[in-house]
């Protein structure tokens, strides 16, 4: 049966205390109700809508690339005006609407996957998503008549007894036709002056309609975000879910506490995490790696057994298989790494590749730069990559070598096999073979020094 998604987002989020509309803080690498949009695109729905306020452009902007649709809500007045609004977007849809919270971003695929199953199974009008909470709290209270769920109730609008009750509403619904029909009967809240979603459960159940509330999820999972102390709680849940998956997969943390990674990022098995590490957007790591501490790796593919040295940064970069990088190193975008080279020490390298075998182990800047396999790059090797204007490119071939301290002013080549001698400025293409050199030779003046030492003792005793 057709199904399709409606993500209400258009609240002002106020609790927040932010400039930044609620929704889009950031939530281990995305957006909050980016990762609601995510998880309702893998249930494949035909179609999903986004509730934004007018001023939500923000919102549409972070989603732009997502293939959703979007419906406006004017004026905030409430989670069933909200929905309205997407209704209306609807057309004529008459399928199941699931209805997701833009501020619950850790819903997980099978939970929703199970309250659908059993909102089919058990023909329901209306199926709630429900769980247990801990505490002090201010969800809705699902209220049941026996086993008959008879009512949502606001924290605000609970008398004493509700407020004991512990099923609490996640804002997750399955509604059928049928229940959507009533939105247009919900009055407005006298206290809150908003339509609340919540009151379709009471005047649904006096109507006879199907009402059923499944606990399928925790608090950890079904948390909403309405503060800056639940958007950190729930970024902890999602890291510690995240890393749970890894540990059973055969990935080892020496302190999974102070490790971060993507969710979207995957991990080979045997790979080995240390402390402070930061894995983020959707970075693949290859089986074997030793990540040491304190690095940080963007959007980028490391191949079998790479070592990452401690306190790295790569961004947006390829390490192929057996290469070490650091410590200290830093990959700018668009650098590709080779099978078993050595990127060391304070090193930095920018949208170059450095072939199979090739080394740069000390302090080097190389950028824009294409270096063959099998290189030696010396200490403080410098690209000079950028003349104020434009960027040149510097080609080194194969199994070169390059001395310490040598500047390549590009646009510039070294040939196969080529030395260039320590300190040299090359400015020309080194043919292939050849040694380059560019230093003036040295001097030494005999004696030079044995004078200047007896001309200072001579100033002494003048005075
Ligand atoms: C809501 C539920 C509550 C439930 C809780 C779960 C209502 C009345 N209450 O409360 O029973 O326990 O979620 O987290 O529904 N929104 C709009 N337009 C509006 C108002 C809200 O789009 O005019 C959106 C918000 O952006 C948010 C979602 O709806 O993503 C929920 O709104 P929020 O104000 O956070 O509701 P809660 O008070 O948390
Ligand atoms: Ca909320």
């Not at 002090?136 to 769920?149: A, D, E, K, P």
């Not at 300190?423 to 230093?439: C, E, F, K, Q």
Request: hydrophobic content about 40%; proline content about 4%.
């Amino acid at each position: 049966m057709a199904m399709s998604t409606v993500i209400l987002a258009a609240g002002l989020g106020t609790r927040m205390k932010s400039a930044t509309p609620k929704v889009l803080h950031m939530l281990l690498g995305r957006p909050v109700v980016r990762h609601v949009v995510d998880t309702a695109k893998a249930m494949r729905p035909e179609k999903i809508i986004v509730v934004v306020s007018p001023a939500g452009s923000g919102v549409q902007d972070a989603l732009k690339d997502s293939s959703v649709s979007f419906a406006v809500q004017k004026t905030p007045k409430g989670t069933a005006d909200a929905l309205m609004a997407a209704v209306r977007e609807l057309g004529n849809f008459n399928g199941t609407l699931l209805v997701l919270s833009g501020d619950a971003p850790l819903v997980g695929l099978s939970t929703l996957r199970r309250l659908l199953t059993a909102h089919k199974r058990r023909k329901e009008d209306i199926s709630i998503l429900s769980f247990i909470a801990e505490g002090n709290h201010s969800y809705g209270r699902v209220v049941r008549n026996s086993s008959r769920v008879t009512a949502i109730v606001e924290n605000r609008d609970a008398d004493s007894t509700q407020k004991k009750i512990r099923e609490v509403n996640s804002g997750i619904y399955a509604l059928e036709p049928s229940a959507l029909a009533l939105l247009k009967d919900i009055k407005i809240n006298p206290r809150k002056k908003e339509f609340y979603l919540t009151d379709l459960i009471s005047i649904a159940s006096s109507r006879g309609l199907r009402i059923g509330s499944h606990i399928f999820g925790d608090e950890t999972e079904l948390t909403g975000i309405n503060t800056r102390a639940e958007l950190s709680l729930a970024g902890l849940y999602l890291r510690d879910r995240t890393i749970a998956g890894w540990l059973e997969r055969g990935v080892s943390f020496i302190d999974a506490k102070s490790v971060f990674i993507d969710p979207r990022a995957r991990i080979g098995m045997d790979t080995i995490i240390y402390p402070n590490v930061i894995i983020e957007g959707k970075s693949i790591i290859g089986p074997g790696c030793i990540i040491y501490p304190n690095s940080r790796i963007t959007d980028s593919r490391l191949g079998n057994n790479v070592t990452i040295k401690d306190s790295s940064v790569i961004e947006s970069s390829t390490v192929k298989e057996g290469a070490a990088i650091g410590p200290f190193a830093h990959l700018r975008p668009g650098s590709v790494i080779g099978k078993s080279a050595k990127i060391g020490n304070f090193v930095e390298i920018k949208k170059s590749s450095i072939g199979r075998n090739s080394k740069a182990s000390h302090l080097s800047y190389i950028g824009d730069a294409e270096i063959g396999e099998n290189v030696n790059i010396g200490a403080g090797t410098i690209t000079c990559n950028y003349d104020g204007l434009n960027k040149f490119r510097t080609v080194i071939e194969d199994g070169s070598f390059i001395g310490s301290d040598t500047q390549l002013v590009a646009p510039v080549k070294v040939g196969k096999g080529a030395y260039v001698g320590s300190g040299t400025t090359v400015t020309r293409d080194v043919p292939p073979m050849a040694l380059a050199l560019s230093r003036t030779p040295q001097l030494n003046i005999e004696g030079w020094a044995l004078r200047r030492s007896a001309e200072k003792e001579k100033k002494k005793t003048k005075k």
